[in-house]
């Protein structure tokens, strides 16, 4: 099993940064890839970001490309996502998630074994 802490979501006003975090338990911390999602009322949930098992591939879609940063820190066992510029479109309660095997790297919220608990990310227009 995994264990998936997160924070550092709030309030920015449009423009601004948040960076997440995400603080894994359990297996070992290389052995997996790890994503964040979001979902907004009403809306799926959709992948935002998606790192390898060591942190040398990272896959964007291109509604947060160039703004979005994935990263990962072994030493820590915690993933990041540093967002800038951000939009009220981005408005979300944001979740990280894991997959195994770690080399591969899923975008659909159905090959993910276990996930956060959701932090509320807000951006006011």
């Known amino acids: 099993q995994v264990q998936l802490l997160e924070s550092g979501g709030g309030l920015v006003p449009a423009g601004g940064s948040l960076r997440l975090s995400c603080t894994a338990s359990?297996?070992?911390?290389?052995?997996?890839?790890m994503a964040w999602f979001r979902q907004a009322p009403g809306k799926n949930r959709e992948c935002v970001a998606v790192?390898?098992?060591?942190?040398?591939?990272?896959y964007y879609p291109d509604s947060v490309n160039g703004r979005f940063t994935i990263s990962r820190d072994h030493a820590k066992n915690t993933m990041y996502l540093e967002m800038n510029s951000l939009k009220p479109e981005d408005t979300a309660v944001y979740y990280c998630a894991t997959h195994f095997p770690g080399n591969t790297m899923p975008t659909i919220p159905d090959e993910y074994s276990y996930w956060g608990q959701g932090t509320q990310v807000t951006v006011s227009s």
């Open positions: 790192i390898d098992w060591n942190g040398s591939k990272t």
């Open positions: 359990g297996r070992p911390f290389h052995s997996y890839t």
